[in-house]
């Protein structure tokens, strides 16, 4: 049987190239099931390549179930090779409105995504990621055969135990727990601080999976208003005597998905009250280190028997380098890694590897500071370009990933959004974020996101649209 030339292309290998060119040829049909396919000797003559390369190849199409080999007959197109396939799982998952949106957030289906909470792949260091992973695949104790310690790299825990000591918590390695993200340690620690029917406070407007993973727990969920000035504290402090809520679930800095910020009075008065009810304090902070080194957290202020402090990497430092992980109690620490252990959720530690050496090294810190001056900047053209369409910017916090958006008068947030997702674009109405009726009135923006000239036009006709479709 007669293959098709193959034209290679640089700076990628060819033994990967001579795989996809022959799989492809399988997938269109072209080469038929139960075909034989050349010998090796006549595919080293027509691709210019070594045996080894060509066996590998083929091995490589073995293990995609594309071919088989039979013994001194040679290599066969597979008989049950894998048929295209359709895959229906977006049509079985929710079709809401708001699940939609959720989705259109993480997935590719659109081009542009000023409402997700990643930052764009050309802000990140890619270059110092793939050092690290090639520096930890040369370590020779990287233990490949062996699952790693239930709480974590303990390199990397020692070295999160000084980081954290700089922003005033004075802890052991022991109180810290590592997860594969930050919502894997709250799904871990709700099933050790809650239990169905117990109340819970979170911030309303708040990140909207916080709703889903309570949800999933039984908690009863009280949204506790957060504005310019900070959650309602006299409407907390008379929940807390009524409800008696097990914990709140809260950020102390850069607040998602307003970028509020508590001040150290608010901090106070907030640990002042929820020690007095009992009520534990689970801190989350994903983006708190975009406000500046060295600021006090909620658990420097209240101490882990106090406040659970749950925190990741993924958002500064890749999306894909999902780690994050937990402070606590020495007791609640244990309880973590004991959990973690009996449900398989052990990480990775090649990943926590790379992330180790990545702190110890500098990296993160350094693209820590390019980032937030990045977002400073990129907030200054945002901002002036919100204010001239008629928003307002009701919270004052210039630093941070978001902006939380009062949208012009007669705007319906899931009308603009449904809108901008016909236009490729994928936008977080605050329908998302919080429960009330005046979600529809907000929307988040992702500042790394927005700050494209082209995208701020096609919003901007799009909000003009709205506009003159309400005053219809």
Known sequence: MMIPDLAFKPREPKVVQITDHL???????????????PSIHALMRQF??????????????????????SQGRGYFVSR?????????????????????????????????????GFLPADWLDDDSLRQAL???????????????????????????????????????TS???????????????????VRPGDAVLVDDPCYFNFHGILGLHGARVFSLPRGPNGPD???????????QPRLYLTSGLLHNPTSQSLSAAQAFTLL?????????????????????????????LGGSERVTYVS???????????????????ALAASLAGLKQVCGGVTAEIGERVLTSLLRDGDYDRQVRRIRQRLYDAGERVDGWLLGLGCRLEFNGRCGLFRWVRLPDGVDGEVLTQAALADGIALAPGSLFTRGLQGRHYMRLNLAHTDHPELMARLGRLIATCREQASA
């Open 312 to 330: 990741g990497f993924s958002k500064l430092l890749s999306a894909n380098l999902r780690i994050g992980f937990v402070v606590a109690s020495p």
């Open 23 to 37: 799989g492809q040829l399988i997938k269109e049909g072209a080469l038929p099931a139960g075909a034989r396919l």
């Open 272 to 300: 002042q009250l929820l020690s007095r009810w009992n009520c534990h304090l689970i801190e989350d902070d994903l983006y708190g280190d975009l406000l500046g080194e060295g600021m006090p957290r909620l658990a420097s």
């Open 80 to 116: 049950h090779s894998p048929q295209p396939d359709s895959d229906c799982l977006g049509q079985l998952l929710p079709q809401d409105f708001l699940s939609v949106s959720r989705r259109a957030l993480i997935g590719e289906q659109v081009a542009s995504r000023p409402g997700c």
């Open 175 to 193: 109180q810290i727990v590592t997860t594969a993200n930050t919502m894997q340690a709250l799904d871990l620690l709700l099933r050790l601080l």
């Open 134 to 172: 090639r520096q930890v695949s040369r370590q020779p104790h990287l233990r490949l055969a062996e699952y790693g310690d239930a709480a974590g790299y303990r390199p990397l825990r020692e070295t999160l135990r000084a980081r954290l000591a700089g922003l005033g918590m004075s802890l052991g």
């Open 48 to 69: 210019g390549v070594s045996k080894f390369t060509v066996v590998d190849a083929l091995d490589r199409l073995k293990g995609q179930q594309l071919v088989q080999a």
């Open 233 to 243: 504290m006299a409407l907390l402090e008379r929940w807390l005597k009524e409800e």
